[in-house]
C-alpha cells in the first residue's frame, strides 16, 4: 500500500519536461477499517514493511543486472533515488523515486481482459526476465525470501465478513464452505524451486494485468510495474496469476495449454 505521486520537473532554459513516479509507502489506508474489522492490524503492517523492504531490494540489488540487457531495460523502470524505511512503525519515511513509464503504453482494461496476443507477449518477456534471473548470485537471490506473501492466516474470518457484507445471496448461502476453503488455501506457497528440485528464479508475484503497460502500436509488453513481491520460486506461479486474474473464461479455455508450453 502506497501513496504514489507523478512528479513533474518543467526546465526552463530549453521547456524541456521530466517526469517520475514516486511511492512512498503507508499504513494510512487501513485507517478507514472500523475498530475490530481488521484483528490483526499489526500483522497487516509488518506484511507492508516486508514489501517494501523487498521492493527496494529488487530496485538495488536486481534492477543493475537486469537492466544490462538491452530488452529488458525497456520495460523495467529506472531507479532514481530510494530510502529504506527504518521500521514499521516509521514506515511512511522511506520512498521510491523511480522512471514514469506511462509513456510506453496503456494499461489495459481489467473488465474486458486481456487478448491472445497481449498474453504471448507477457509471457515472453516475463520468460526472459526469469531466465536472466538465474545468472543472479545466490546470496541476492537468497534474499527474496518473503515470509508473509499471501499470507491471510489469521484473518480468514475478517476477510469472509467483508464478502459477506457485500450482500450476496450466494455467499450467504455458503458462508460455511466459504470459510473452510480460506483456512485451507490461507498462504500462498513459495520456495516450490526447493520441493521439486529445480533452480529459482525470481518471480515479481504480483503479475497482473493492473501491473503491465502494453503499446498502443502492436500490443506487445511495454512495462512491468509494482515490485513489491519479488520472491524465489519457480516462475510458473507468475504466469498462473496472468492467466487466471486478466484473461476472460472462453479465451482461457481456448488457449490456457498453449500458453502454458510456451512458457515450457
Known amino acids: 500500500m502506497s501513496h504514489t505521486f507523478k512528479i513533474c520537473i518543467l526546465l526552463e532554459e530549453?521547456?524541456?519536461?521530466?517526469?517520475?513516479i514516486l511511492k512512498v509507502t503507508t499504513t494510512q489506508k487501513l485507517e478507514r477499517f472500523r475498530p475490530g474489522e481488521i484483528k490483526a492490524f499489526d500483522k497487516v503492517s509488518s506484511v507492508i514493511f516486508e514489501f517494501c523492504q523487498a521492493e527496494a531490494d529488487f530496485y538495488e540489488l536486481a534492477l543493475p543486472h537486469f537492466l544490462k540487457d538491452k530488452e529488458l531495460a525497456k520495460i523495467l523502470p529506472k531507479l532514481y533515488a530510494l530510502r529504506r524505511s527504518p521500521d514499521k512503525i516509521q514506515i511512511e519515511k522511506g520512498f521510491v523515486l523511480i522512471e514514469d513509464m506511462s509513456y510506453k503504453g496503456i494499461s489495459p482494461n481489467i473488465y474486458e481482459g486481456l487478448n491472445n496476443e497481449q498474453i504471448k507477449s507477457a509471457?515472453?518477456?516475463?520468460?526472459?526476465?526469469?531466465?536472466?534471473?538465474?545468472?543472479l548470485p545466490s546470496e541476492i537471490i537468497k534474499k527474496f525470501n518473503l515470509q508473509h506473501y499471501g499470507d491471510i492466516r489469521g484473518l480468514e474470518e475478517d476477510i469472509l465478513n467483508r464478502v459477506l457484507n457485500i450482500g450476496s445471496s450466494y455467499f450467504l448461502c455458503h458462508q460455511k464452505i466459504l470459510l473452510a476453503?480460506?483456512?485451507k488455501h490461507n498462504k500462498l506457497k513459495t520456495d516450490l524451486h526447493i520441493k521439486y528440485g529445480i533452480p529459482p528464479v525470481l518471480c515479481h508475484g504480483d503479475f497482473w494485468a493492473n501491473n503491465l503497460f502494453f503499446s498502443n502500436k502492436n500490443e506487445k509488453l511495454s512495462a512491468i510495474l509494482d515490485w513489491q513481491t519479488p520472491h524465489a520460486n519457480?516462475?510458473?506461479?507468475?504466469?498462473?496469476?496472468l492467466i487466471f486474474t486478466g484473461v476472460n473464461s472462453?479465451?482461457?479455455k481456448e488457449k490456457f495449454w498453449e500458453w502454458i508450453v510456451s512458457k515450457v
Open 14 to 20: 530549453n521547456e524541456d519536461e521530466f517526469n517520475a
Open 123 to 135: 509471457i515472453l518477456q516475463l520468460s526472459k526476465l526469469h531466465a536472466s534471473s538465474m545468472l
Open 181 to 183: 476453503f480460506l483456512k
Open 234 to 241: 519457480t516462475g510458473l506461479n507468475d504466469i498462473l496469476r
Open 250 to 252: 472462453q479465451l482461457r
